[in-house]
């Protein structure tokens, strides 16, 4: 019953290193999402996958890429972070494009860039 | 995508019902109303979703009104562990044809013994 499950939990990085943010899902979802919240905002959608083999940029995709690598797992790139990325990352999926249930979201991880 | 206003903030009595108003003037012909709840440290959490008129589940209720400009959740009886924030979305199908949420500020409600 894990439902989305995002690693690593928490991460710091320097001004110009790369790294990649892992989400994996076990409901079988189509849709994928990556989301990012800043302290007292709302979250911002940065990049989805609408189904397996598809990806789309979001509100805030400057800086950033993903992979849809099957359709359990979408991961998000950084690749030369910057400390405008200090933020918390938010995976989610849903069953289709119109969920009737909504998102599910993961429990988010927690990026500084210093 | 249409943009949504709600209450920066609510205070409640433990056991009161409160009911959360959001507005949304410019939504489309297409778009569903979907509430969610946000625990700290916590990704949101789907509560209720609905079109026009009224949408209960076991959690809380939605009333949507004709026109469908605003919308308001009712959150029966809140305990403490309601406390958290509350977000109005209003989804739109973009030029791709794919289905994207944004989320406002959102409502902190805040619950006291």
């Known amino acids: 019953n894990a439902g989305v499950t995002q690693t690593p939990k928490f991460q710091v990085l320097k001004t110009g290193q790369s790294m990649t943010l892992q989400c994996a899902q076990d409901m079988n979802h189509n849709s994928m999402y990556w989301y990012r919240q800043d302290p007292g905002m709302g979250l911002r959608l940065i990049y989805y996958s609408a189904s397996e083999g598809t990806t ?29 990325q200090t933020s918390v990352y938010f995976c989610a999926s849903s069953e289709s494009f119109t969920p009737v249930y909504g998102y599910t979201f993961g429990s988010g991880t927690r990026l500084t860039v210093v | 995508l249409a943009k949504t206003t709600q209450p920066i903030s609510m205070d409640s009595y433990e056991g009161q019902e409160v009911n959360i108003t959001c ?12 509430w969610y709840q946000q625990f700290p440290s916590q990704g949101p959490r789907f509560i209720i979703q609905g079109y026009k008129t009224k949408v209960t589940n076991e959690v809380a209720s939605l009333f949507i009104p004709a026109d469908r400009k605003s919308s308001t959740l009712s959150l029966p009886r809140v305990s403490l562990s309601d406390t958290a924030v509350y977000y109005c979305l209003v989804g739109a199908l973009s030029g791709a044809g794919s289905y994207q949420l944004t989320f406002g500020k959102g409502t902190k409600l805040s619950v006291i013994p």
Do not use: Q
């Open chain 1, 56 to 84: 789309d940029k979001g509100e805030v995709p400057n800086g950033y890429n993903v992979s849809r690598l099957n359709k359990r797992e979408f991961s998000l790139r950084l690749e030369s972070a910057a400390p405008s």
């Open chain 2, 23 to 34: 507005s949304h003037n410019n939504i489309a012909t297409n778009d569903y109303i979907t």
